[in-house]
């Protein structure tokens, strides 16, 4: 080491390269080398300069980019992304950046470094989607509530040559994507009904443990006034994507088309419970009622409809008190029934093989604490299929499990839109009674025509039916109601397969890759980006989808996609198949 300088620091480095490079080289060589150059003249350089970075290195497929701001490396990231989708397809043909970013020691040695933090950001890059940015969970601690982007948790992943396992999160920007035809951001219109968004409150007990408590009491009360027929209420995971961060509340009127917010606090401590809120207009920015309410833990369900009937008493003075009745409706008594639900709910948004399961033994707990308990019988339901559909676990004993449970949930849950919409989409998909399944979905609605996940099933078990135009409509109508949906990829997979099932494939792939993009753990799109490729010849693309398929599912082939395929109509069952034996699959 004799005359050389090093130096160790804390650095943010972004690592990125194009996906399939050696692909686009083989099919044109002079071709994709002038594009590279354009884009990193035009595009990667400039932002770069912009963000106060500096180029390490570059390979043919790649780059190493040092920040001294995490902030900066991330706004650089989605900038180049951003550039990229608006550019000209043409000009740059099947191009697309992965770009992983983390916060670590450095060695610095020349003009080169190296270390740990630069060996889990390639290693984080190798996780990213085309045309994504994925962060390290030491990249985004040093970011949470500092930029204008959403993440979303990826779960912890076991990183090559990397000895501890690394937890994920994907950016995106919080901008609603409803068109069908262009992912541009539109001015959401207001509704022609009073219209209300409820902000995740904050956790004021000093114990992160309790986030998950926060967030089931916060939505409660969007489920409660969600059933108000007369007001337009998003859904809690287009409202969950502000946690953590500061905001403007007109700003969210905007990104959300509606009128007023609602956002608040809870302090649980000991056996107390306080929970404050303010209902702003978001016209103006001005406070039309603010209220704190104090009472013991077992009160907490009295205190959730309090706060309710005042949001509702305060945007309507005439509420009816039939509405107020039907608001204060309780799917169980049992405190400690509703602390294992709440916690079983905040594991299931993971959607991970792992949390899924953990997610259902706290459900059979929650069901030994009160047997009744209908939503907790529907979210055991959803899980269970879910990890059918998944591939995850395909024998007859899991569906048959998955049914019990929801016929359960449909028993005990008459009056439960919450519990019917699950019920219905698990009866829809699981190989039972698909027009039973709808049968309750549309009595979820009829209770609760808020409902975006409803909505968004109601699309799911229509297009099993055969019913494409209603799943479009009604899969547009979830994205409406949650703009921000953290689950808005199934709306987006809904009228992916639709569209197959249409004949229209290249719709199918748009609508396969928006679903890929935002959570792309989810599978379904991936088959059918695959079988829609086939059909109009888009090798490439099939190739790339089959591959990532592949590492998801080792065990895919015609039988096993066929077992877990959910429609109800042989007609779409024979021409998927048709599709998968076209893709090279046996």
């Known amino acids: 080491m004799t005359g050389r300088q090093v130096e160790r620091r804390l650095a943010a480095v972004l690592a990125a390269d194009i996906s399939g490079y050696s692909r686009l080289m083989g099919a044109d060589e002079v071709g994709t080398l002038n594009a590279l150059k354009a884009i990193r003249r035009e595009v990667v350089d400039p932002a770069i300069t912009a963000h106060n970075g500096r180029i390490v290195k570059t390979t043919g497929d790649g780059m190493l980019v040092e920040f001294a701001s995490a902030v900066d ?52 890059e190798n996780e990213c989607v085309p045309g994504g940015v994925c962060l390290s ?53 207001l509704p022609d009904k009073p219209s209300i968004a409820v902000l995740p409150f904050q956790n004021m007990s000093g114990e992160p443990e309790q986030e998950y408590f926060v967030d089931g009491l916060v939505e409660d009360i969007i489920t409660a006034l969600s059933r108000i027929k007369w007001l337009f209420v998003i859904a809690r995971n287009s409202t969950f994507t502000y946690k953590n961060r500061a905001i403007d509340v007109r700003q969210v009127g905007r990104d959300l088309g509606v009128r007023y917010v609602l956002e608040g606090s809870v302090r649980k401590s000991s056996n107390r419970l306080r929970i404050t809120g303010q209902l702003i207009d978001t016209t103006s920015g001005g406070h039309i009622w603010a209220d704190r309410y104090d009472g013991n833990l077992e009160d907490v369900f009295d205190l959730q409809d309090r706060v309710t009937a005042n949001v509702a008493g305060a945007i309507e003075p005439k509420l009816r008190q039939a509405e107020i009745e039907r608001v204060q409706t309780k799917a169980t008594e049992s405190l400690t029934a509703y602390d294992y639900y709440l916690q079983a709910s905040a594991l299931f948004y993971d959607f991970t093989k792992e949390s899924l399961r953990e997610a259902q033994l706290l459900l059979e707990q929650a069901l030994r604490a009160d047997r009744r308990y209908s939503s907790a019988y529907a979210l055991a339901a959803l899980c269970r299929s879910s990890e059918v559909t998944q591939g995850w676990k395909v024998e007859d004993t899991d569906r048959v499990e998955a049914l019990r449970l929801a016929r359960l949930a449909a028993e005990f849950g008459k009056d439960d839109p919450s519990a019917l919409a699950m019920a219905g989409r698990v009866l829809g998909s699981m190989q039972g009674d698909a027009e039973e399944g709808l049968a309750l979905i549309e009595r979820a609605l009829a209770l609760n025509p808020n409902a975006a996940l409803a909505w968004q099933y109601c699309g799911w078990v229509s297009w099993q039916l055969g019913r494409h135009e209603q799943c479009i409509e009604y899969n547009e109508k979830a994205l409406r109601l949650s703009p921000l949906d953290a689950m808005i990829y199934r709306s987006y997979a809904g009228i992916a397969w639709s569209h197959f099932f249409r004949g229209e494939f290249k719709d199918a792939i748009v609508w396969a890759d928006k679903a890929i993009r935002e959570q792309p753990h989810f599978l379904p799109p991936l088959r059918i980006k695959i079988a829609a490729a086939a059909m109009i010849d888009r090798f490439d693309e099939m190739g790339d989808a089959l591959q990532k398929l592949r590492v998801a599912q080792p065990d895919v082939s015609i039988r096993t996609l066929m077992q877990i395929h959910t429609s109800r109509l042989q007609s779409q069952r024979d021409y998927y198949e048709a599709a998968l034996r076209k893709a090279g699959l046996t």
């Open 137 to 189: 969970g030491n990249a985004f601690e040093h970011i949470r509530g500092k930029t204008a982007f959403t993440f979303d948790d990826l779960g912890e992943r076991s990183l090559k040559n990397i000895d501890r396992p690394v937890r994920l999160y994907a950016a995106r920007r919080a901008i609603a994507h409803i068109l069908p035809a262009a992912d541009t951001p539109k001015l959401l219109a």
């Open 73 to 124: 490396a991330v706004t650089c990231a989605m900038t180049v992304q951003d550039q990229m989708a608006g550019r000209n397809v043409e000009a740059t043909p099947n191009l697309s950046f992965r770009i992983g970013i983390n916060v670590g020691d450095i060695i610095i040695e020349s003009d080169d470094i190296f270390g740990d933090g630069v060996n889990v950001a390639a290693r984080v």
